[in-house]
Nanobody
């Protein structure tokens, strides 16, 4: 497994932006597809976005397409989630996750490495 530490969460007004970062250590970062999930109170953890090892292909859940952008810097062992046009329904704890496999996988069970999460709160 790879160790993951998220940062960049906070409180923002509706329409604002945040950039989350996730720093990885312990394994070869470029061997991992990296994903972002989120979990709001009372809800299950849900897929937000993922990016394959090379960074050439990214996946998004429909509700964030056109607003969120995932990227990675393998030289810095870091994956990012730039979030624009934030809405109150985006409020959640955001988790970084990793898996050593290709393809579009959106279940939390497909990921074996997790960060501790960072809170994103969007006020209306």
């Amino acid at each position: 497994q790879v160790q993951l530490v998220e940062s960049g969460g906070g409180l923002v007004q509706a329409g604002g932006s945040l950039r989350l970062s996730c720093a990885a250590s312990g394994r070869t970062f470029s061997d991992y597809t990296m994903g972002w999930f989120r979990q709001a109170p009372g809800n299950e953890r849900e897929f937000v976005s993922a990016i394959i090892m090379s960074g050439r292909i990214a996946y998004y859940t429909d509700s964030v397409k056109g607003r969120f952008t995932i990227s990675r810097d393998n030289a810095k062992n870091t994956v990012y989630l730039k979030m624009n046009g934030l809405q109150p329904e985006d409020t959640a704890v955001y988790y970084c996750a990793g898996r050593r496999s290709f393809g579009d996988r959106r279940s939390p069970d497909d990921y074996d490495s997790w960060g501790q999460g960072t809170q994103v709160t969007v006020s209306s």
